[in-house]
């Protein structure tokens, strides 16, 4: 048995594909690859790695397939092809000399193969060393090794110096325990033309000797033409060296570029996933979440579009949520488009990935239509889909909803790099989906304990049953009229609610009176105010409910500070309290009471504008004002 640990490099693949395109065209790569157990993504993904299995599986049908027993090794020269091997092409070519490229041999090959160790020693000016010796349980082939010698010719070839002689005296393949190579190599252009220039001043001083001798009366002849010969030489070395230093200098230029592309790239992915991160943690809705990861998407990434789906409370259906790049007739496809989730044998790709869990990479659609079923084609077809790729949104073993983008106008090819850095950002948004829904959950839970603290004081007198949630909701009210902040809307409105817990204190002999209360029995209510604080402050309130126990304390302080339980004025009043006040001093006017039948809305008001700017916030009077002749004409 194979180990099946990932040993080789997409790129060793990479390049076998494109020497068998250009000299075999015939050959049915895609079968090869696909019966390898490889995909097309991962081939073009140079992060991508391969096992000694599916190597071995592919060579054994692409040489089939040639019928080239050499294949592996010109497979290996046509690395020396600028656009074959990329960076590290360039990378070697920046070490200036064969000489150099085979001193950091060990660290240049292990950017295409973890299946052996390889070292390096210098024979001479232009003669190496190599020695691979495989790792402990890697079963290399035969081929493997004269792929490495196509490799090593390639190298020589790079620098467009001359292959004198690869020596292979040791192979595994032939019973020893490692393979070693000799490599040697004739010099560049320009150190021959230093050579020749050497020879060629020697042989012109040489001659002028003796020219002198014969000629004296002429010696200046003979200086001039031996200079000038020196001379034409020394420009024609001086030429190719310039050359050669403006090849090395440009090779060092798009090295350093490429890096520095790198580089960038990778600094842009860190900066979403930490951008994603913070930006998701302040939102509290999910369709929030959606769309803020769907701008970081639009503005961090090369994508020419991309959307998130989610599926609904039932999970039967995925719902488009948000995206970007679409044409408004795509949008709306998008919106009224149906996926159904309980379609257990649908061929559709974004469900097979919601129920398998699992993201797809496709770059040629036509290549999976026999798996798709006529919908889903029919889908791709209407919003132009060519390749794409969708990752599943998941929390734990739950899957939430699909992220997927596309390449429709650069048609730039996707890999499998792209699919890992998506399912990073897929992750972040599940976990972030996940706790919104726990937070959102917890809110619930929070507010129906809220409403049931407040209904137990209410339903202790059947006469004031819903009288906190009726001030709760002018309350609400106010604060929209007054285009207050969310937040100090839901604070004022659990305020609200809670603002007479304190009664809870008072004796049913008190509180259900139905005549007027003694001035003792008044003084036994008023303590209700600083009981709701002392109760509440026992409930830990934290974060923007921090102020609530001291709000619904405050509810019956007034402007003039006339009233209690601190005898507040003013500013020193909690705005939110003021709204409170003001919110149920109206409803209980307008509500039935044991000794009295409800006022009108218009004498109530009457009595809170002899209020105004004594007990009551004028400019909360108006607000409730606003809002009830609002209410009155939705009504």
């Known amino acids: 048995m194979y180990s099946e640990q990932v040993l080789y490099n997409s790129r060793i693949i990479d390049i076998y594909i494109r020497y068998l395109r250009k000299h075999y065209p015939d050959v049915d790569i895609q079968s090869a690859v696909s019966a390898a157990g490889m995909k097309m993504y991962e081939v073009n993904d140079p992060g991508h790695w391969f096992s000694q299995r599916q190597i071995d599986l592919f060579y054994g049908l692409v040489q089939k397939g040639t019928n080239n027993p050499n294949l592996a090794r010109e497979a290996g020269r046509y690395a020396a092809s600028v656009s074959d091997i990329g960076h590290l092409k360039y990378w070697i070519l920046s070490l200036f000399t064969p000489a150099r490229a085979f001193s950091i041999i060990n660290q240049a090959s292990s950017l295409f193969t973890r299946s052996a160790v390889y070292e390096s020693r210098k024979l001479g000016p232009n003669k190496v060393e190599v020695v691979v010796t495989p790792r402990p349980s890697v079963r290399e082939k035969p081929f493997q090794c004269e792929n490495r010698l196509g490799f090593f010719e390639a190298i020589i070839s790079a620098f467009k110096y001359h292959l004198h002689r690869v020596e292979h005296p040791e192979c595994l393949f032939r019973g020893d325990s490692r393979c070693r190579y000799i490599i040697s190599w004739k010099g560049s252009r320009s150190s021959t033309l230093f050579r020749a220039k050497r020879w060629v001043a020697s042989s012109a001083i040489f001659l002028f000797v003796p020219f002198i001798y014969f000629y004296p009366q002429q010696w200046y002849y003979g200086l001039f033409s031996a200079s000038l010969i020196i001379s034409i ?6 030429k190719a060296e310039n050359t050669e230093l403006r090849e090395n200098m440009d090779i060092a230029k798009t090295t350093g570029d490429q890096l ?15 951008e994603i991160g913070a930006a998701v943690t302040k939102q509290t809705n999910k369709k929030d979440i959606v769309k803020k990861v769907v701008e970081l998407l639009e503005d961090r990434l090369d994508y020419d579009r991309g959307m998130i789906l989610l599926a609904d409370e039932n999970k039967s259906r995925l719902e488009y ?18 996926f159904n989730l309980f379609k257990s044998r649908s061929k559709g790709v974004f469900v097979v990935s919601f129920h398998q869990q699992e993201p797809f990479l496709v770059n040629e659609i036509e ?18 889909a ?43 948004v599940g976990v972030s989906l996940h706790n919104n829904k726990l937070f959102t959950t917890k809110e619930l839970q929070f507010k129906s304990l809220i409403r049931v603290l407040a209904a137990s004081i209410d339903a202790r007198d059947p006469t004031t049953s819903g009288h906190s949630e009726k001030v709760a909701q002018y309350s609400r009210g106010i604060c929209q009229e007054l285009g207050l902040p969310e937040t100090t809307n839901e604070v004022v409105y659990i305020a609200a609610l809670l603002h007479d817990y304190g009664k809870i204190g008072v004796p049913d002999a008190i509180l259900k009176k139905p005549g007027p209360l003694t001035q003792q029995e008044y ?7 600083e009981q709701t604080r002392s109760i509440l402050r026992q409930i830990m309130f934290e974060g923007i409910f921090e102020g609530i126990p001291d709000i619904a304390a405050a509810h019956h302080e007034r402007i003039d500070g006339s009233g209690y339980p601190l005898g507040l004025s003013g500013e020193a009043i909690p705005f939110e309290a003021r709204i409170i006040a ?5 409803e209980a006017l307008t509500s039935v009471r044991p000794y009295r039948e409800p006022l009108s809305f218009s004498h109530a008001f009457e009595l809170l504008e002899r209020g105004k700017g004594i007990h009551f916030d004028p400019e909360v009077v108006e ?13």
């Open 386 to 428: 060519k390749s794409f790729i969708c990752c599943p949104i998941l929390y734990e073993n739950e899957s939430l909803g699909i992220l997927a983008v596309d390449n429709k106008v650069t048609k730039k090819a996707l890999v499998e790099r792209d699919v890992s850095l998506l399912m990073g950002i897929a992750h972040f």
């Open 260 to 274: 520095i592309d790198q580089v960038d790239v990778n600094y842009r992915n860190s900066l979403l996933t930490y």
């Open 321 to 338: 949520i948000s995206g970007y790049g679409y044409t408004s007739r795509e949008y709306i496809f998008l919106k009224n488009a149906n």
């Open 233 to 238: 030489f020394q420009a024609i070395v001086l």
């Open 623 to 635: 607000a409730l004002r606003s809002y009830t002749l609002r209410q009155a004409d939705c009504d």
């Open 582 to 586: 003001v919110a149920d001093f109206f």
């Open 523 to 529: 003084g036994v209510v008023q303590l209700h105010a």
């Open 367 to 384: 290549a999976i239509e026999s798996s798709l079923s006529e919908r889903s084609l029919e889908f791709a077809r209407h919003i132009g």
